[in-house]
């Protein structure tokens, strides 16, 4: 599928289901930028941070499975091997190489996850989900298929009205600073049955314990952006974590759950300087082996 001038839009069949990634910008600017959003999101979370970039980089932006417009088989898995493993699938099957992985929140888990399994270039981790993130009791409860099919509907007929108060409550830290129509961006592709009972499989497999099992170094460049006002992820377990990572921190003022659209600048900036130490240091690393 071909989307606006500059943008082209690709449906990737995996054996779980159809995923679709956004691409913009040239090709021949150095490692590609893959932008992963966070759990029941979508890929315009980082579109604002695209627009910046895309004059001068290749960036793509992921719907993961069954968010935005990509299409889950019955009986997909969300759990976070399952995430990691398409993704591979997607960028391999799009001659995507080398990429920096950039992820927000639950994104980041996946971002850090990928990089021990793909050849990486770097890691931006934004508003990131750690390890030690508590995992809601009531979510427990939809590992039955009987809650599952008793939240269906109630994420259907109230997607607008729970995505506004968690935007409003939970992620922005400024209300006022909401954009025009995210609520709908965000709410309206779980309108059909199918995708409401896919959110109630997401939210069901989501454990943060999973990110454990690749704690460690993923032996390129870290960079963590944590918000002042993040009511979801605190800073202080962000700054552990980058420094559990062996990463570098950032801490984004008067800014809560979302970065990429409440600090797009910041955010953008970060990828531009992420960018140019990888392409510094692997002139060096060229410069070693040439001598």
């Not at 759990?39 to 695209?50: D, E």
């Not at 793509?60 to 299409?71: A, P, T, Y």
């Not at 600073?177 to 896919?198: E, F, T």
């Not at 069901?204 to 992820?233: M, N, Y």
């Amino acid at each position: 599928m071909v989307g606006v001038p500059g943008q082209e839009v690709v449906a990737v069949a995996t054996s779980d289901g159809r995923m679709v990634i956004e691409i913009r910008g040239p090709r021949a600017t150095g490692p590609p930028v893959v932008c992963l959003h966070g759990l029941s999101a979508n890929r315009s979370t980082w579109r604002p941070v695209a627009k910046r970039l895309s004059e001068r980089r290749r960036v793509v932006l992921v719907d993961l499975l069954g968010r935005g417009e990509s299409d889950p088989a019955p009986g997909a898995r969300y759990d976070l091997e399952s995430e990691v493993r398409r993704l591979d699938h997607v960028l391999t099957a799009s001659g995507i190489e080398r990429p920096v992985l950039a992820g927000h929140s639950h994104g980041a888990a996946i971002a850090l996850a990928a990089a021990h399994r793909v050849s990486a270039s770097g890691l931006l981790l934004v508003n990131p989900v750690t390890p030690g993130l508590s995992r809601p009791a009531a979510l427990s409860a939809l590992r039955s298929p009987t809650a599952r099919a008793m939240l269906t509907p109630a994420v259907k007929l109230f997607r607008r009205p729970l995505t506004r108060y968690m935007l409003v409550r939970r992620v922005f830290a400024n209300r006022e600073a909401i954009p025009a129509g995210l609520v709908d961006r965000y709410a309206d592709p779980y309108g059909s049955w199918g995708r409401a009972a896919g959110l109630a499989r997401i939210l069901s497999d989501w454990d943060p314990a999973e990110l454990e099992h690749w704690a460690g170094s993923p032996g390129v460049p870290v960079h963590v952006i944590a918000g002042a006002e993040d009511r979801r992820i605190g800073p202080d377990a962000a700054r552990r974590w980058a420094a559990r990572l062996g990463g570098s921190f950032e801490l984004a003022a008067g800014c809560g759950h979302s970065a990429p659209e409440e600090r797009t600048t910041k955010v953008a900036e970060a990828l531009e300087d992420l960018l140019e130490t990888i392409c510094a240091r692997e002139q060096d690393e060229t410069h070693d082996d040439q001598e």
